[in-house]
Structures are given as structure tokens and as C-alpha cells.
């Protein structure tokens, strides 16, 4: 069984591939927003879904870092990127824009949940900061919550769990520049 998603509405529409032949075109009407779109069957010339990407961390280190959620009931793995300065961190909802939204049906992690601040220091190394966003059920680093005001430095393999989803922090190597 595979999965598609809406381009309007985000939601999955559940079909058997095995009775199609590749390079055959379906068209699907989606149940929640009545929109009309169509997929083609068999191997994509662009870029694969992120679900069958080949989750590469060390790519994603190269910059600023990267985030890897950890596969649980609620999603799959993912690796996401980090940028310098804010990054905030949350739920991927349609109309909400957030800069590392993590694909999850985790309704106890807010839209908008945490926030980890990427900034250079004097000598040129990254510094990592951790705060809530503010959300509902609170942001944990190493099982210990965060309060509303705290500003956490945080380093490579920290664990940070947000909602009933954990991602570990995975920071760009120190010897590149």
C-alpha cells in the first residue's frame, strides 16, 4: 500500500500500487477538500518523497547541523536541517510557517514548539541555544523541562523531546568553515 498526500489539504489518500503498471497515471479526489490531482506510477526523474529518501546525516551536518527525529508511532525518521540564527522548530501544519516543520500526527507537539538559536562565537565556532517557544506541554532536554524563560546551551547528541517526538541534535563539524 502506498501513501499520497494532498497539495491542497495535506491529506493521505491510501491506495494498492501492485495494480498498476509503471508509468500509468491516476487521477484521485480527495476525501476532506474535494481537489482533484493526479500522480504518475513508477520511478520519479525529480526528487524521491521523503520517505524513501536515503536519510543522509552527514550531508545535512555540513553547514549548521541538522536535527534527526526519531522514528516512533506518531512518524518516520527525518533529517532536518538547521540555519544560522533562529530555528523554530514544530508541527507540519498547512498555513503555519515554521522553518524545520517535522511531519508527524504528534498533535501534543505545538505548530510552533521550540526554538534552537545557531549563532558564532568570537573564535568562529557555532554555539547552540535551546528554548521553549512557548508550548503547551512544555520542551524536555535530556528528560529535564525547560522553563518559560530558560536559554539552554546545548551540544552535538543532545536529546530534546518535544511532545510524545524526540530528535536528537546532531552539530556541524567543528573543523569546517
Do not use: W
Not at 9 to 21: A, H, L, N
Not at 58 to 76: P, Y
Request: overall charge positive.
Amino acid at each position: 500500500m502506498k501513501r499520497v498526500r494532498c497539495p491542497k489539504c495535506d491529506g493521505y489518500i491510501t491506495f494498492d500500487e501492485t495494480k498498476y503498471v509503471d508509468g500509468q497515471s491516476l487521477i484521485f479526489v480527495c476525501q476532506q477538500c474535494k481537489k482533484q490531482f493526479s500522480i504518475r506510477i513508477g520511478k520519479s526523474k525529480v526528487v524521491p518523497p521523503r520517505k524513501e529518501e536515503k536519510l543522509d546525516e552527514s550531508a545535512a551536518k555540513e553547514a549548521f547541523g541538522s536535527i534527526s527525529v526519531i522514528e516512533n508511532v506518531f512518524g518516520f525518521k527525518q533529517v532536518l536541517p538547521l540555519s544560522e540564527g533562529d530555528n523554530v522548530i514544530g508541527r507540519r501544519c498547512v498555513g503555519t510557517s515554521i522553518n524545520v516543520p517535522i511531519e508527524t500526527s504528534d498533535m501534543s507537539m505545538d505548530r510552533r514548539h521550540c526554538i534552537i538559536n545557531i549563532k558564532r562565537n568570537k573564535q568562529g565556532g557555532l554555539v547552540y541555544t535551546l528554548r521553549d517557544a512557548p508550548s503547551l506541554t512544555g520542551t524536555f532536554l535530556n528528560n529535564e523541562i525547560l522553563q518559560d524563560k530558560d536559554r539552554v546551551r546545548i551540544e552535538d547528541g543532545a536529546i530534546i523531546t518535544i511532545g510524545a517526538t524526540t530528535f536528537i541534535l546532531r552539530a556541524a563539524d567543528a573543523g569546517e568553515e
